[in-house]
């Protein structure tokens, strides 16, 4: 039986498709793209219809930075929970980082996050580390990691600060032809920060962490990539200068893209507030001009993609002192909300936004995913723009609650993801 997706605006970067259509949907994939009502066929041809309107139909979004944290800390989130917030905030497709425990730096590991992800109700794709352990002391096999099926290299969460190692790091994935994603902190400068270096860190008497820390390891990698000619992809970019530097490399023709998280376009240092450790993540939360830059740059295209560093944690570890409480919020479910809420106050057209959350990311990743053209994958989101929601804990899939946005009233209802033409989310 088909599948028709009838009466709504079609937004399809990758096609640079923008109006209106219905999508059409046979089996698991999509088989075509029409004018309004004529998708239908003949009077007497069986199909489910799924009524769009006032809705935009895109691509499922995708999120190319997620800690899912099984194996090793299922109590903050499993494989399957973060799928089930995934799917509710609309995205298809998750990218789960390396930090778990035991750390996926080898083949079991990776098998094991693919068989657990069988049963998650979107596709989940794994990242291997690129030292052992995360320890900055020994080269993964990397090889042997591309082999047992991880889309990209990354030690997220922990610098690799030993330059010669990731020179031959980045010339080993260059063999591979496969990304480097790299959180850039220079951990000698980022020391015992808690947050970022400026005057409310002076004024809540709490370590700062200059915007020195990631500027300096961005410029050493872009030149560490060119060096190599590899592809380096810049985690979750937070500051200005950090910005400029990924401008000059793109000028320059250096295989360079880099990703921001909702976090850092929506919120600045000046939240934490009263030491609210939900406002507590690495990189830290920046300037307001810092935060202008970013925007900016989302715009302009030296930005690439839209990721949410979903850092699920549990009570114990966020409801403690600032300085001690673990980085990391959850944003599965906020993205494609405070993503609009740059739309709303026209930072960013609704076109660039979406391009941002599929095509851009999975031609980093070299997904197949993020388009609509027919004989893709039927990975759809269906959200309203208009329609708002109450993001509060008891609509929270995510097994972790760890959000500075509890509460909040956000654009962008999902309606509707359907992953492989299944529907695997229906928002009331």
């Known amino acids: 039986m088909k599948t028709i997706i009838a009466g709504g605006r079609v937004i399809d970067a990758a096609q640079k498709l923008d109006g209106p259509h219905d999508v059409v949907i046979s089996g698991k994939v999509i088989e075509k793209i029409t004018a309004p009502g004529r998708g239908r066929g003949g009077s007497k041809e069986k199909f489910r219809l799924i009524d769009a309107k006032d809705c935009v139909v895109s691509p499922g979004l995708i999120d190319m930075h997620v800690h899912l944290r099984e194996p090793g800390y299922?109590?903050?989130?499993?494989?399957?929970?973060?799928?089930?917030?995934?799917?509710?905030?609309?995205?298809?497709?998750?990218?789960?980082m390396a930090n778990t425990n035991p750390v996926n730096d080898n083949q079991a590991v990776t098998g094991y996050i693919l068989g657990r992800a069988k049963e998650a109700l979107c596709n989940v794709y794994p990242v291997g580390a690129t030292t052992i352990g995360l320890a900055d002391q020994n080269m993964a096999d990397l090889g042997e990691l591309k082999a047992?099926?991880?889309?990209?290299?990354?030690?997220?969460?922990?610098?690799?600060?030993n330059a010669e190692m990731q020179r031959r790091i980045f010339e080993m994935a260059g063999q591979y032809d496969m990304p480097?994603?790299?959180?850039?902190?220079?951990?000698?400068?980022?020391?015992?920060?808690?947050?970022?270096?400026?005057?409310?860190?002076?004024?809540?008497?709490?370590?700062?962490?200059?915007?020195a820390a990631e500027e300096v390891m961005v410029a050493r990698d872009i030149l560490l990539a060119r060096l190599a000619g590899s592809r380096l992809h810049i985690q979750h970019v937070s500051t200005a200068g950090a910005v400029e530097l990924i401008r000059w490399a793109k000028k320059r023709k250096i295989r360079v893209t880099c990703e921001v998280t909702p976090h850092h376009f929506t919120l600045i240092d000046e939240d934490v507030g009263d030491y609210s450790t939900t406002c507590k993540v690495s990189p830290p939360l920046r300037s307001a001009a810092d935060r202008t830059a970013l925007q900016k740059a989302m715009a302009d295209g030296v930005i690439d993609a839209i990721a949410t560093?979903?850092?699920?944690?549990?009570?114990?570890?966020?409801?403690?002192?600032?300085?001690?409480?673990?980085?990391?919020m959850i944003g599965l479910e906020t993205a494609l909300g405070l993503t609009l809420l740059l739309v709303r106050t026209k930072k960013l057209s609704l076109h660039r936004a979406l391009?941002?959350?599929?095509?851009?990311?999975?031609?980093?990743?070299?997904?197949?995913?993020?388009?609509?053209?027919?004989?893709?994958?039927?990975?759809?989101?269906?959200?309203?723009?208009?329609?708002?929601?109450?993001?509060?804990?008891?609509?929270?899939?995510?097994?972790?609650?760890?959000?500075?946005?509890?509460?909040w009233e956000l654009p962008g209802k999902v309606y509707f993801t359907l992953v492989d033409g299944r529907v695997v989310y229906t928002g009331s």
């Open 309 to 328: 560093d979903h850092a699920p944690h549990g009570i114990l570890l966020k409801q403690i002192e600032f300085d001690q409480a673990a980085n990391g």
């Open 355 to 407: 391009e941002m959350l599929t095509v851009k990311p999975a031609e980093i990743l070299r997904l197949n995913a993020g388009s609509l053209a027919p004989g893709r994958p039927a990975d759809v989101c269906v959200f309203n723009p208009d329609h708002t929601f109450v993001y509060n804990e008891e609509v929270i899939r995510s097994k972790s609650k760890n959000s500075p946005f509890v509460g």
């Open 74 to 96: 299922e109590g903050k989130e499993t494989i399957y929970t973060g799928s089930q917030a995934a799917v509710a905030g609309g995205f298809t497709s998750i990218v789960c």
């Open 148 to 161: 047992a099926g991880v889309v990209a290299y990354s030690d997220d969460g922990c610098c690799v600060m």
């Open 180 to 211: 480097v994603l790299v959180h850039a902190e220079d951990a000698n400068l980022a020391a015992d920060g808690a947050m970022h270096e400026g005057f409310t860190s002076t004024e809540l008497a709490l370590t700062g962490i200059p915007a």
